[in-house]
């Protein structure tokens, strides 16, 4: 159909100064046969009013270092296949500032609001997108607000995203490589699917050639997901043959209403070669009010590490394979292997749960967790894995894995709301904060230390990019009012020996020196790293990352320790908490 206005040279900036465009085709587009790249294009201050199917408010091809800024622009409801902004191959550029929305009483179907193809170091900011949506049964397709195709390089930073309707996701990446989703704020009431942040890769190239044999490297990092649906996710890493480094770290989830709800899932449907890994899930806060919910779950997938989340599930009932907690799941056998679950939160108040912890799979470690259910079991064992299903727990006490009140362990702490829960009565004649038994969940799955004491924990909250603060929460409820001290270091091992067995698990490296001097702490960006727990045994820790460019891609690890001054050292030393890794964006 025809466009309202074409642009079809470089160098141009269309101010529209508030000035409206309504169309039933294309109001703004981008586009020339005879020039194949335009450069410095800029739109911006127009309202744009779309009434009719397969339209587009802003359509750019091709555009290098084009800016979409501070536009209006409204979609009629009962429409399908239309884009409020249309972006094909087009390198550096920005989409800010816009309002995208829907009038009308209806809902879009197979509609895209941002949608892009092939782009490559596009920055979208500060958007903001509501929009109904319903699915679209003869096509097979949802709605999604962004959906970018086989792109490189893109930057989602503070948008705002407002969906309803069926089978909506706000953000869906689809053989996509190196993306960053930060700071972003999701709002859905969904009638029956949906997905907050979704990122899927499998190496399909028809119709566009997408990026292929590429590790991507994602960042998901302090968005928050909030979601009414029956059914979804709110976030999710799905890969077929292609491998994915994803790091998710301080993002909070509320997800409620639904039959099967997921905080974070991490899956692979390669049963051979398994490629994606290394995801690192850290200090999340996943909150679930829904049927057969799962605060984190990982399918089919090795090499995950799950350190610090704090996992809250308030279902009234559960069903299938799905804990409320943390999921280890093995479709196939020998595929879901070598997965770290570290020093997490996890409660379930569920009547039916299955168990804070699920470990289907070989070599799977659960170390230093908090598990509080209303009822038994605490780990839901497979009664037809077999050798399948081997988790590792640590038989004798092992510096390498986490330390706890005054003993390094590899223990869990479990118990249940009543108070009566196995770490909470167990025997512990030695005062070590070992149960003096060991807690059997099933064949070849067997607590040898169950704690019995809370572990302390720590977490990390906002965004870990140089020239930003970041906060340090940390709790030991068995140390209230003890002095604390919480240092940082480029390692986490081999650690610090105490000498009588204990280590601290952090490399005595500058910048853990520095940790150890108020003065030199200071010139760091640390804040308040040594002081006195609350009478809860609380205490917040504020780290201002230095704007140093060396500093991108590395990470830091924190860990605190709890003093009894009146005692000499080591003996001095009552907790210590695992080390929660910090990854500073690149």
Not at 61 to 66: D, E, F, H, Q, T
Not at 273 to 300: C, D, M, P, R
Not at 353 to 372: C, P
Not at 486 to 503: E, K, T
Request: proline share 5%; net charge negative.
């Amino acid at each position: 159909p025809p466009t309202c206005l074409t642009i079809s040279t470089s160098n141009v900036s269309l101010d529209c100064q508030g000035k409206t465009i309504s169309v039933t085709n294309t109001a703004i587009a981008v586009f020339s046969l005879f020039q194949p790249v335009h450069n410095n294009i800029t739109i911006k201050n127009c309202n744009v009013v779309i009434s009719n199917n397969n339209a587009a408010g802003i359509s750019l091809s091709k555009v290098s270092n084009g800016k979409v800024l501070n536009n209006s622009i409204k979609i009629s409801a009962n429409f399908y296949n239309v884009n409020a902004v249309y972006n094909f191959n087009g390198t550096n550029d920005v989409f800010a500032d816009n309002n995208i929305f829907t009038f009308g009483n209806g809902k879009l179907n197979a509609t895209s609001l941002i949608y892009s193809i092939m782009g490559y170091n596009n920055t979208y900011l500060k958007n903001n997108l509501t929009a109904n949506f319903a699915f679209d049964e003869s096509l097979n397709e949802y709605g999604e607000a962004f959906f970018i195709e086989g792109g490189i390089a893109s930057l989602f930073d503070s948008n705002y995203v407002n969906i309803n309707g069926n089978g909506t996701t706000a953000f869906k990446l689809y053989n996509t490589v190196n993306s960053t989703l930060k700071s972003n704020n999701i709002l859905g009431n969904l009638d029956v699917a949906g997905k907050g942040i979704y990122i899927s890769r499998n190496h399909i190239s028809p119709p566009y050639p997408y990026p292929t044999n590429l590790t991507s490297i994602d960042y998901i990092v302090s968005n928050n997901i909030t979601l009414i649906f029956a059914e979804g996710v709110g976030i999710e890493i799905f890969t077929e043959d292609e491998k994915t480094i994803s790091y998710i770290i301080g993002n909070n989830i509320n997800l409620s209403g639904g039959f099967i709800s997921l905080g974070i899932e991490v899956a692979s449907y390669d049963n051979s070669i398994n490629l994606i890994s290394e995801a690192k899930i850290v200090s999340n806060k996943i909150f679930l009010v829904s049927l057969g919910s799962s605060g984190i779950s990982i399918q089919t997938a090795k090499n995950n590490s799950i350190i610090s989340n704090l996992i809250s599930s308030n279902s009234p009932s559960n069903s299938g394979i799905y804990s409320g907690g943390i999921d280890v799941i093995d479709n196939v056998g020998l595929s879901s292997a070598k997965n770290h679950i570290i020093g997490n939160g996890i409660t379930v108040s569920s009547p039916a749960s299955l168990g804070g912890l699920t470990l289907i799979g070989v070599e799977n470690y659960a170390l230093n967790n908090f598990v509080k259910m209303i009822s038994s079991p605490y780990s839901y064992n497979e009664p037809s894995c077999g050798n399948f299903c081997i988790a590792l727990w640590n038989s004798s006490f092992n510096p390498s894995f986490s330390t706890i009140n005054g003993a390094t362990v590899g223990g869990n702490y479990y118990a249940l709301l009543n108070g009566s829960g196995f770490s909470q009565t167990c025997a512990d004649g030695n005062n070590n904060g070992i149960c003096d038994s060991s807690l059997t969940h099933g064949p070849n799955n067997t607590d040898y230390m169950p704690l019995s004491r809370v572990p302390p924990m720590i977490m990390n909250d906002g965004v870990p990019e140089i020239g930003k603060q970041i906060k340090f929460k940390l709790s030991d409820s068995g140390n209230p009012n003890k002095v604390y001290l919480m240092v940082l270091s480029f390692g986490n091992s081999p650690g610090i020996n105490l000498g009588d067995g204990r280590i601290v698990p952090v490399t005595p490296d500058a910048l853990f020196a520095y940790s150890l001097n108020p003065t030199q702490a200071a010139s760091t960006g640390l804040v308040n790293n040594i002081g006195t727990l609350d009478s809860s045994g609380s205490a917040t820790v504020i780290e201002n990352i230095p704007n140093i460019p060396a500093l991108k891609g590395q990470t830091v690890y924190a860990s605190f320790i709890t003093i009894d001054t009146a005692l000499p050292m080591p003996q001095s030393i009552k907790s210590i908490s695992h080390a929660v890794p910090v990854y500073i964006l690149p």
